[in-house]
């Protein structure tokens, strides 16, 4: 099946710095990505979708400026969460769609990364 | 608008037991319809999908799904549990007309009893 890397899993930093969290698509390219935000015993929160070579779509609340999102290739998404502060904590996760045929539609998710804001 | 509901935050079941996971999704045309399971800390494993056609779908590690359509939902079934599938469990609806963008209704937390 296909993979979806993301990395690091899990990251410390700093109040006022930024961090920068990849998604890669491994064995497929990856017309659309997908970032998601999880809060402690919740669902997933869409906050953007990125297409490649484009800029992305913002889910109405999120700070396009806090939370920026390079499509730079078909296998690589990232997502910097710029002057991070505690509230950013959280579980973030990618996904990745191979196509928007329909045999293609489907969302293949990386295993997430923890941030910790202190 | 899409949206997914699943009734039940909570379901403890003994292992050897049957499982029922239950979804309702609000969309006016035929959805694409999805289950996915996520363990404590890892990202999200598809479990099955629909699309069109046959409207009881075959997944991995034995579970099935049957779309409804008269009464909006895609509920998930196991026969019989193992201890491994102690997980939290995502329904998630997507369309075409959304970009496939995909909303996800609340989850159901898994407990299984030995």
């Known amino acids: 099946g296909a993979v979806v890397s993301q990395h690091p899993s899990w990251v410390i930093c700093k109040s006022g710095t930024s961090v920068k969290i990849e998604c890669r698509s491994l064995d497929f390219q990856a017309t659309t990505m997908f970032w998601y935000r999880q809060f402690p015993k919740k669902s997933l929160m869409l906050m953007a979708t990125s297409n490649e070579g484009s800029k992305a779509t913002y889910e109405q609340g999120v700070e396009k400026d806090k939370f920026l999102i390079n499509h730079a290739s078909l296998t690589l998404s990232t997502l910097t969460v710029t002057s991070a502060h505690p509230e950013d904590s959280s579980f973030y996760i990618c996904?990745?769609?191979?196509?928007?045929?329909?045999?293609?539609?489907?969302?293949?998710f990386g295993a997430g990364t923890r941030l910790s804001v202190l | 608008a899409q949206s997914v509901t699943q009734p039940d935050i909570h379901i403890t079941v003994s292992e050897g037991a049957s499982l029922e996971l239950r979804c309702n999704y609000s969309y006016g045309a035929t959805p694409y319809l999805f289950w996915y399971v996520q363990s404590p800390g890892q990202g999200l494993q598809l479990l099955l999908k629909?699309?069109?056609?046959?409207?009881l779908v075959q997944g991995i590690k034995g579970f099935e799904a049957e779309f409804k359509r008269s009464q909006s939902s895609f509920n998930l079934r196991k026969p019989s549990v193992h201890w491994s599938d102690a997980a939290e469990y995502f329904c998630?609806?997507?369309?075409?007309?959304?970009?496939?963008?995909?909303?996800f209704g609340g989850g159901t937390r898994v407990l299984v009893k030995p």
């Open positions: 996904s990745a769609n191979e196509g928007t045929s329909t045999a293609k539609n489907i969302q293949y």
């Open positions: 998630a609806v997507g369309n075409k007309a959304a970009g496939n963008k995909l909303t």
């Open positions: 629909y699309f069109s056609g046959d409207t």
